[in-house]
T-cell receptor, first 112, second 115 residues
Framework: KAGVTQTPRYLIKTRGQQVTLSCSPI?????VSWYQQTPGQGLQFLFE???????NKGNFPGRFSGRQFSNSRSEMNVSTLELGDSALYLC???????????FGPGTRLLVL | AQSVTQLGSHVSVSEGALVLLRCNYS??????LFWYVQYPNQGLQLLLK??????LVKGINGFEAEFKKSETSFHLTKPSAHMSDAAEYFC?????????????FGQGTTLQVKP
């Protein structure tokens, strides 16, 4: 089976812009979770989608949003980018949620 | 609330020496526990997981971990380090409140392997 894929792999944006990241889960997986990884804060949970519904949300401002499509592919959007949003954004998929999550390679976002 | 603590942000061992990376968790219910490894500029790769079956869990690349409920620990070990083991290692617990796909990670431990 193909693994989790994320596009794009690298992204450079300027402050105030918005960005959309995409994640395609492993075939058959219905849960997609998003994480932000920074040197200072480590790995932090953003949100999780299951069957097109947001099921859990981390402690991030409303500028961070996401959605999931009927084929389980997911997108996350960050509006009004800030310098502090520079990070590696990882998505992970699992069959239903609490069991093993498999991670994609990540999207590295740099905000200038 | 659940949390994970990894003792030691940086561990250095010689090639062929024992690797021991420490992880302690707090959870009100028996958790699912995971160890992931991250190589530079890559995502996270699952090393092993504990899901309330055997307390000694064997993973890939010769790693294993033992779940000790009394100590709330899930330390990762490998008998003999190899240069290719140099990477960052993360311990994580699955948030069982609400039964959703949320992992809570420790801060990570960078493993350096010296020749």
């Amino acid at each position: 089976k193909a693994g989790v894929t994320q596009t794009p792999r690298y992204l450079i944006k300027t402050r105030g812009q918005q960005v959309t990241l995409s994640c395609s889960p492993i075939s058959g997986h219905r849960s997609v979770s998003w994480y932000q990884q920074t040197p200072g804060q480590g790995l932090q949970f953003l949100f999780e989608y299951f069957s097109e519904t947001q099921r859990n949300k981390g402690n991030f401002p409303g500028r961070f949003s996401g959605r999931q499509f009927s084929n389980s592919r997911s997108e996350m959007n960050v509006s009004t980018l800030e310098l502090g949003d520079s990070a590696l954004y990882l998505c992970a998929s699992s069959l239903t949620g609490p069991e093993t999550q498999y991670f994609g390679p990540g999207t590295r976002l740099l905000v200038l | 609330a659940q949390s994970v603590t990894q003792l030691g942000s940086h561990v250095s061992v010689s090639e062929g020496a024992l690797v021991l990376l420490r992880c302690n968790y707090s959870s009100s219910v028996p958790p699912y526990l995971f160890w992931y490894v991250q190589y530079p500029n890559q995502g996270l790769q699952l090393l092993l997981k504990y899901t309330s079956a055997a307390t000694l869990v064997k993973g890939i690349n010769g790693f294993e971990a033992e779940f000790k409920k009394s100590e709330t620990s899930f330390h990762l070990t490998k008998p003999s380090a190899h240069m290719s083991d140099a990477a960052e290692y993360f311990c994580a617990v699955s948030d069982l409140n609400g039964n959703t796909g949320k992992l809570i990670f420790g801060q990570g431990t960078t493993l350096q392997v010296k020749p």
